[in-house]
Nanobody, 119 residues
Framework: QVQLVESGGGLVQAGGSLRLSCAAS????????MGWYRQYSGKQRELVAS???????NYEDSVKGRFTISRDNAKNTVYLQMNSLKPEDTAVYYC?????????????WGQGTQVTVSS
């Protein structure tokens, strides 16, 4: 049984910062790509940032220079440091991880955490 648990969301004023964390636990052999997605109300989930096991990162254009994704492989944890937050960053944020367990690769999702940026 594998689980992703997110933390760090909340309410912040525009220009402020938040740090999201997502820890994987359970029967884990290896974790490949990890990422953060966000979902606006009534919209599809979209990729915000991703990071490979060796640290190669990818960002959605609107967050480049403001958000930083990182991971700690020893702790099976991925982070999203969000700076210079804007009201349009308000969404539910989900972490995702491709986890190898019992020789099978499965993509898992966290439960989601609300980020609200007030103007």
């Amino acid at each position: 049984q594998v689980q992703l648990v997110e933390s760090g969301g909340g309410l912040v004023q525009a220009g402020g910062s938040l740090r999201l964390s997502c820890a994987a636990s359970g029967s884990i052999f290896n974790i490949n790509l990890m990422g953060w997605y966000r979902q606006y109300s009534g919209k599809q989930r979209e990729l915000v940032a991703s990071i490979t096991r060796i640290g190669t990162t990818n960002y959605e254009d609107s967050v480049k220079g403001r958000f930083t994704i990182s991971r700690d492989n020893a702790k099976n944890t991925v982070y999203l440091q969000m700076n210079s937050l804007k009201p349009e960053d308000t969404a539910v944020y989900y972490c995702s991880a491709g986890i190898v367990s019992s020789s099978v690769l499965v993509n898992y999702w966290g439960q989601g955490t609300q980020v609200t940026v007030s103007s």
